[in-house]
């Protein structure tokens, strides 16, 4: 889920595996015409790999990782992934699918561009 800080607009992208997260940035700097200056981010694995982070060195991205236990300062994007995550329960319990079915694994990753 990737949420701008100024406006509060998301973009969410459905991915399979948290490995395929580069993927799915590419799809987002596609999506708005350009790279972020500025992407603030958890401490997943997934985008603090050694080459996503000199890609993103490379296309001149300030990625500003933000230490465990300050989850509150990307706030919006956080709260943004619960409320997604809510949301397909929630339609995942009307469509009357068992139970058994259900899978709510949510591999995310917490992103605000300002």
């Known amino acids: 889920m990737f949420v701008c800080a100024k406006t509060g607009d998301k973009i ?3 991915h399979v595996k948290l490995k395929h997260f580069p993927l799915v940035y590419f799809e987002f700097s ?8 500025v992407m603030y981010s958890d401490l997943a694995s997934e985008i603090n790999s050694s080459m996503f982070e000199r890609y993103l060195l490379v296309k001149g991205v300030n990625h500003v990782n933000v230490p465990r236990g300050e989850h509150h300062s990307i706030g919006v994007a956080e709260k943004a992934i619960r409320d997604l995550s809510n949301m397909m329960r929630c339609m995942l319990a009307d469509s009357n699918v068992p139970g058994i079915y259900w899978d709510f694994v949510i591999e995310h990753a917490a992103l605000s561009i300002p």
């Open 12 to 14: 969410a992208i459905p």
């Open 30 to 37: 596609k999506r708005i015409g350009r790279h972020p200056k």
